[in-house]
């Protein structure tokens, strides 16, 4: 089963890390990933100014990556997230970044593109 290693960038502003639930998305040329939630047991994942990776491995080849869509979902209480860009590593090796450089706020699904 192919493996991609996604890299997210949180912002150095004042409070821009958050605890939400941050799930993601990988849609390609040959179909869409399942949703994947970006968690590591035991550490505080999205800390402000923290750079987190996570391997996300799908069932078949996503063939060329083309967006990658972020839900970020309340886990305590409201919490604002500066996203700066999320870089995704290909089975091949190829590096794709998505650049962001925006807050997320709210439960919604945001949709990036290789930039």
């Known amino acids: 089963m192919p493996s991609y290693t996604v890299t997210v960038a949180t912002g150095t502003q004042w409070f821009a890390g958050t605890d939400d639930y941050v799930y993601l998305t990988l849609q390609g040329t040959d179909g869409c990933s399942e949703r994947h939630l970006l968690d590591k047991p035991f550490y505080n994942d999205f800390e402000r100014g923290a750079v987190d990776s996570y391997d996300v491995t799908v069932e078949e080849d996503l063939g060329e990556i083309q967006l990658i869509k972020i839900e970020k979902r309340k886990y305590w209480y409201p919490d604002d997230w500066y996203l700066?860009?999320?870089?995704?590593?290909?089975?091949?090796?190829d590096y794709l970044e998505f650049p962001c450089y925006r807050w997320i706020t709210d439960e919604k699904e945001v949709v990036l593109r290789d930039g």
């Open 84 to 93: 700066k860009h999320i870089t995704v590593k290909t089975p091949v090796g």
